[in-house]
């Protein structure tokens, strides 16, 4: 299993972290201090609407010189070398789901194993994948039949594998690809531990126009993740109806598989417009505190250069303190 294809694996993270959507190119380059990180540079470029092909887990690029003039103008407008990074890309690129094994092998056939397994769980072409996995701790209510629980990460390969070109050809090894659900929940600093006057669960949600991700994790190890995608046919007025129906089905799951966890937090990473509906709504299905994402949320952050917003700022961070996605 390659965990550290998809940042699934703990490895020893860069201070530099990019990200890239349809929209644009970001860069990030931080400094630490003990507990302290300073953002030292920051910088963007936009990116044509057409730079990728359309699909539910995002597509190709549709011309690979044009990213690499991107990242090539990217890395100008930061001002200095990079030599290894973290990249970020879009919960819909990236999608993470959990299986329960009886036994995972080592090598390849460990690997055919989760290929068997995400086969029953996804409908894509799972051999046109790059798949990644971690083990994590089973659920209290797993069957003893199948003890290993497992965090599988997975992308279409061909683009994974040209935006790794596309960093390469400027010089820049890409040794981690996390997604901005993962990557902003690790950027959170941890709350009360478990046990505690706070509850054991934290929760992330992300926002974006195609979609959202629901992220739950426990001491800093994700326990659930949910990727939900709106339907272009979705009116406004219907999305809250939409959001709550899955609310629900979340919470069962919960209550079934977690019945002694409690539920600390909600940080909200949406864009500001939508923040207070999202606020209501998560509360409301969780019946638990919902805040949108602020500064206090993360650890200690020091701006030294103009920042961007701590939504935009948080998957970056992230990715540069991730241990284990």
């Not at 990200?19 to 044509?48: H, I, K, M, S």
């Not at 992300?206 to 326990?223: D, Q, W």
């Not at 700022?313 to 990715?319: E, F, I, R, T």
Request: no cysteine; net charge negative.
């Amino acid at each position: 299993m390659a965990g550290r294809a998809l940042g699934l694996a703990p490895v020893a993270p860069p201070p530099h972290a990019f990200a890239v959507d349809g929209a644009e190119l970001r860069y990030a380059g931080f400094r630490r201090d003990g507990e302290v990180w300073a953002l030292a540079r920051t910088a963007a470029v936009p990116l044509a609407p057409d730079t990728f092909a359309q699909g539910l887990l995002g597509g190709p690029v549709k011309e690979p010189g044009v990213v690499r003039a991107a990242v090539e103008s990217l890395l100008a407008e930061a001002g200095g070398p990079v030599r290894e990074a973290s990249l970020v890309v879009p919960d819909a690129w990236l999608r993470v789901a959990f299986t329960d094994v009886a036994e995972l092998p080592a090598g390849a056939a460990g690997d055919d194993v989760l290929r068997w397994k995400l086969k029953r769980l996804v409908p894509f072409r799972v051999d046109e994948l790059r798949l990644s996995a971690v083990e994590v701790a089973p659920l209290p209510e797993q069957s003893t039949e199948e003890p290993h629980r497992v965090l599988l990460g997975f992308a279409i390969e061909q683009l994974l594998a040209e935006l790794e070109d596309a960093f390469e050809a400027a010089g820049v090894r890409l040794g981690r690809v996390t997604n901005a659900g993962l990557a902003t929940l690790a950027a959170l600093a941890r709350p009360v531990a478990p046990g505690g006057e706070g509850g054991d669960l934290e929760a992330v949600a992300r926002v974006e126009r195609e979609g959202y991700t629901l992220a739950f994790a426990r001491a800093g190890e994700p326990v659930l993740y949910r990727y939900k995608s709106f339907a272009e046919s979705l009116p406004p007025s219907a999305l809250g109806g939409f959001i709550h129906r899955d609310l629900r089905l979340t919470r069962s799951f919960l209550a079934e598989q977690l019945p002694a966890a409690t539920l600390s937090r909600i940080v909200v990473a949406a864009p500001p417009e939508d923040e207070p509906s999202w606020v209501e709504w998560l509360e409301g299905g969780l019946e638990a505190r919902a805040e949108p994402l602020r500064r206090d949320h993360l650890p200690p952050v020091e701006a030294g250069a103009p920042a961007p917003s701590w939504r935009v700022l948080a998957p970056l961070l992230g990715a540069a303190r991730q241990e284990v996605a």
